[in-house]
């Protein structure tokens, strides 16, 4: 009879986070949505829920408890790659190996035919623990039967378990607590209201009035606990990174004659990708010089591509700007690659005037020559003081402009005047004067917009006010932000001076220093 395992890895984001941290262990620990005060507590460690931090407060009510607490984020990716990890240690003990894509951190194993290798299947489990204990995951592990009977044992068990048949692991599943399953709070709440406290009683429930009266996660549980059939174990075995190195002896001096061997090595490495049926996102590759030092770099095409010319030009744009100091020893290469898309998904892909792949290969050829960083724009936050409202973020490729509704007459705006029309409105908002005349109110074209500098400049307000240099035409508009801003508290105007223009400045209420935050345009 097949035998399936079933391993958890409790708060697996915490436990990641553990790893990434190491310094913070001794200390309350805690993942949440973001780092900020609104931030959402997700997971705590043990020394964190005994200062009384719970899970689904705010970082401030959380901080407020425990001023020692640590917190940090743990993204998709972070925790994709840790599955990748756990994978890569999970298949020194089982060549069958498949995550459980609802709970990361839980993986199914075919445990058959260990008992012969071992002296029991408890043996090989302990030994299986030892290996992710040793890469720093402390994990539970149940052997059983099947997938749902095996993840409620490894969710539920301190200690190894191993089930000796099916009715005992059907029993031990139906007895065990509804709470034991990641259901959203209402649901549970309302399972609890209707009696429902053991997973055999949810499972009591008809299907019918499972799927009308709850929503499509709870009845996915539903669906996986009650499934009749248990598949096999659909085993994933991550490829390993196909990299290309070439080695120089004696080394060469200058870039330019590694160009043609980084170009060999490139046609090699496309090979294997289209092989695979795939498309480089990314291209890694790296100089080894004769002093030890190393030059690695990166570039991204406009859009995965398979294309030798434009993944050439980036890497030879990039390798252009490198400088060594030494002779060079070995070059290295390799590749992030994605899926290629079926042709008929490209059918659906919505077609514009505009040449999009066009502006976003010549994105790529600008970060190639001068960095990542190079193309940027604009993101606004959810800040308090306005120099902390937009983020400046790398962009990919160009967009295409959206039609605002209602605004701009007839032929509507792009984003840059419906931006534009937003900034005037906030003017307004705040008393900029508007021209008086209903013939200049009919015929007026222009919008002005608030441009703000890069760094404010304090300057003599109080001369300036005093000599009738700069006039108040509006204000004061009051902007204060909270502790974790350094409570900061100004009050803002706008300034007219001799020659019409209009100055965006404030007064800092603590100490009276003033500042120009912007100007009018």
Not at 254 to 281: G, Q, W, Y
Not at 323 to 331: L, M, T, V, Y
Request: hydrophobic fraction near 40%.
């Amino acid at each position: 009879m097949r035998r399936t395992a079933c391993i958890n890895i409790p708060s697996f984001a915490l436990q990641l986070l553990s790893l990434r941290e190491p310094l913070w262990r001794d200390y309350p620990l805690a993942v949440v949505t973001e780092e900020k005060p609104s931030g959402i507590v997700l997971e705590i460690n043990r020394k964190a829920k005994e200062s009384g931090v719970k899970t689904g407060m705010r970082f401030s009510a959380a901080l407020a408890l425990a001023a020692d607490l640590h917190a940090g984020t743990v993204s998709t990716g972070e925790i994709n790659d840790g599955v990748q990890k756990t994978l890569g240690i999970l298949l020194g003990y089982s060549p069958e190996i498949e995550p459980f894509e609802l709970c990361p951190g839980v993986f199914w194993v075919n445990a058959s035919g260990f008992e012969r290798l071992h002296s029991g299947l408890s043996s090989w489990a302990e030994e299986l623990l030892n290996g992710l204990k040793s890469s720093g995951f402390m994990a539970r592990i149940s052997v059983g039967f099947s997938r749902f009977g095996s993840f409620v044992a490894a969710k539920r068990a301190r200690c190894p378990l191993i089930f000796k048949d099916p009715e005992e692991e059907i029993r031990f599943s139906r007895y065990t607590p509804l709470t034991l399953l990641p259901m959203p709070p209402k649901a549970s709440n309302q399972l609890q209201d209707l009696g429902i406290k053991t997973i055999g009683a949810f499972l009591d429930l008809p299907a019918v009035g499972v799927r009308k009266r709850f929503r499509e996660d709870v009845c996915r549980w539903y669906e996986f606990a009650s499934e009749k059939v248990d598949y096999p174990i659909q085993p994933r075995i991550p490829r390993e990174d196909f990299v290309l190195t070439r080695k120089f002896q004696p080394e060469i001096v200058s870039i330019k004659p590694v160009l043609l061997h980084f170009r060999r090595l490139l046609d090699h490495l496309l090979t294997d990708v289209m092989k695979h049926n795939e498309l480089v996102h990314t291209l890694s590759f790296a100089l080894f010089l004769e002093d030890g030092g190393e030059v690695r770099e990166q570039v991204s095409p406009s859009r995965p591509t398979v294309r030798p010319d434009t993944l050439f030009r980036l890497m030879e744009l990039r390798l252009q700007a490198v400088k060594i100091g030494s002779n060079i020893a070995k070059i290295e290469i390799s590749a992030g690659r994605v899926t290629v898309k079926g042709s008929q998904e490209l059918l659906f892909n919505d077609r514009r005037a505009r040449d999009l792949a066009a502006g976003a290969e010549a994105f790529a050829l600008i970060r190639a020559e001068f960095g990542n960083d190079a193309v940027q724009h604009a993101e606004m936050r959810e800040e308090h003081l306005p120099e902390k409202r937009v983020e400046w973020v790398n962009s990919i490729g160009p967009s295409v402009a959206r039609v605002a509704s209602a605004v701009g007459g007839a032929t509507g705006q792009t984003d840059g005047a419906h931006a534009n029309a937003a900034g005037r409105r906030a003017i307004g908002r705040q008393g900029t004067p508007r021209r008086a005349d209903s013939q200049a109110d009919a015929t007026a074209t222009r919008q002005l917009v608030r441009r703000m500098y890069l760094s404010c400049t304090e300057i003599e307000m109080s001369a300036d006010i005093k000599r009738h240099r700069l006039q108040n035409i509006a204000g004061p508009v009051r902007y204060e932000s909270g502790w974790w801003d350094g409570e900061a508290s100004r009050d803002y105007y706008y300034l007219k001076d001799g020659t019409g223009s209009v100055h965006w400045a404030y007064k800092n209420l603590k100490n009276g220093a003033w500042s120009f935050q912007g100007f009018v345009s």
